[in-house]
């Protein structure tokens, strides 16, 4: 299985301040043929679903605020809050979709400061 | 606009069988191109993907859950559906379902329904 790991647990950010959340997998998730990261990421509020956020590691999903942005590659990745808002307020998990099971990380949750 | 509701018991005796069952609007299950999956999230903690029904009929579990697995499909009444035997404590979750949208060779979950809590005990 690929085991999707989350740093850190949690943070704390000022609004209007930059989020940075990490994910690693423990092997690549690049698929050569296409030269595509086979990455997600959800943002989750307290008692919600998870909502999708951005896939293939940086595209952003229809609808979600600028200030979400994803990069990285292979097996590293980022999810950046440019500029924190009261509404980011969740818990953020990244999922690989490049092998079976699907695996997702342990989550980050994000609270102001 | 695509919505999934989830629907069930709320609370199953250990040793009993989990049946829940995921209603699709919005599209046709027998029609879609994209996959039907099925999440969990144990309370206070992170999501674990159950098994997936694709399009093309088959389906795929969780090596972890596979034994005592089986996902099927009501395409009469645009439902898709999940069984876990044998429960314990540990399979008690919230238990989501969501469309798989379908990639090479797979893909991210949007969008996902509400969520059910299933809680295993006497």
């Known amino acids: 299985d690929i085991v999707m790991t989350q740093s850190p647990d949690s943070l704390a950010v000022s609004l209007g301040e930059r989020a940075t959340i990490n994910c690693k997998s423990s092997q690549s998730v690049l698929y050569s043929s296409n030269n595509k990261n086979y990455l997600a990421w959800y943002q989750q509020k307290p008692g919600q679903p998870p909502k999708l956020l951005i896939y293939?590691?940086?595209t952003r999903e229809s609808g979600v605020p600028d200030r979400f942005s994803g990069s990285g590659s292979g097996t590293d990745f980022t999810l950046t809050i440019s500029s924190l808002r009261a509404e980011d307020v969740a818990v953020y998990y990244c999922?690989?979709?490049?092998?079976?099971?699907?695996?997702f990380g342990g989550g980050t949750k994000v609270e102001i400061k | 606009q695509l919505q999934l509701q989830e629907s069930g018991p709320g609370l199953v005796e250990p040793s009993e069988t989990l049946s829940l069952t995921c209603s699709v609007s919005g599209a046709s299950i027998s029609s879609s191109s994209d996959d039907w999956g099925w999440i969990r999230q144990p309370p206070g903690k992170g999501l674990e993907w159950i098994g997936d029904m694709y399009s093309s009929g088959n389906t795929y579990y969780n090596p972890s859950l596979k034994s005592r697995l089986t996902i099927s499909v009501d395409t009469s009444k645009n439902q898709f559906s999940l069984k876990l035997r044998s429960v314990t404590a540990a399979d008690t979750a919230v238990y989501y379902c969501?469309?798989?949208?379908?990639?090479?060779?797979?893909?991210?979950?949007?969008?996902w329904g509400q969520g059910t809590l299933v809680t295993v005990s006497s």
């Open positions: 293939w590691a940086s």
């Open positions: 969501a469309r798989r949208i379908k990639t090479n060779p797979l893909g991210w979950f949007d969008p």
């Open positions: 999922q690989q979709y490049y092998d079976s099971p699907l695996t």
